[in-house]
């Protein structure tokens, strides 16, 4: 076999470097792993955002050289973290500790900025709110001095800054930190704003491969599973009516009424004893039960009750009861 293929299925297939088929999987988890950590943003899932952060983290500094297409992704993941614990001045980003997550989230967004083949209003309005914000979090945690310094460092000597610049200022020698501007350019809007970008980039790169073929394997896998508990339904369903031509009553016909008095009393008292002995059925769902429920569908998908059920600690309940629960929760929607 030469050096420059190999031989299959009588033709020759070029010769791939291994180093080359791990640049394309990289590329393909940082895809990925960039998603899931826009998408647990959008949807301010705190545990499953922090476990994506590290996965980005890590797949981001295995790049030796980082492409263009690559760069919007790494710089949208580090702006998305420092955004998560933006309130948080004891968190530090950057080896200046004066430096608070806000003020590193604002260099990430100027990144973004130049990655962008056109800026919009949208744009200008991020910027803004993080310069406010970052002064404001200062403020609400009475760092008046260090809200000064930050202004300094934020804002360039050019004309269009100024009038913010100067509004600020103003605000942090007043020591006041529910002015208008402050309220009005609130972290909460921040956070909309910037879920507003994420949803964008989302529309724009949601063909990532992974992800396709993880949809379509669980899919698949959830297509099984239903099919399995049908059966598992159908069968028992049947057994229930087999017990039932058993019992029912092959007497005389002046017995018949008396005989299904009994056998009603007899599948009463099944069901009682069911009852009893299980713990499952007409068992109230709580409020925590739903929770996990409502967890659970988020990490795995509809129609996953195996895995939901596995990882979600339910007490005395089956896949069926939690699909069942499911139905319900979307009628009540």
Known sequence: MSEEGREREGGLVPFV???????VAADWV???????????????????????????????????????????????????????????LECHFENDTRISPLESALSFWTLLEREESKLNTLHEEIRRLIQIQVVAVYMEKGYYKEAAEVIERLFTDSESHKPLRMKLAAIVKRKDSYVPLLQSFSYNLLLSKVKSYVELFLK???????????????????????VLQNKAFNIEEKKENNLEAKQRPRSKKGCRASNIQTLKALKNVKVRGNDSSCGRRRQPWTHEEDKKLKSGVREFGVG??????????????????LKDRWRTLCKLK
């Open 17 to 23: 470097s291994s180093a080359l088929v791990e640049d």
């Open 30 to 88: 940082l895809e990925f792993s960039c998603v899931c950590l826009c998408r647990h943003f959008m949807e301010e899932c705190g545990a499953e955002f922090k476990r994506w952060r590290d996965v980005a983290q890590a797949v981001s500094n295995g790049f030796s050289n980082v492409t263009t297409h690559q760069k919007k992704m790494v710089y949208l993941c580090q702006l998305l973290i420092r955004i998560a614990e933006g309130k948080k």
């Open 304 to 321: 996953n009750w195996t895995k939901i059920l596995i990882h979600g600690d339910f007490n005395n309940r089956t896949s069926v009861m």
């Open 204 to 226: 724009e790169n949601g063909t990532n491969f992974l992800l396709q073929a993880a949809t379509k394997q669980a899919e698949s896998k959830g297509g099984e599973e239903r």
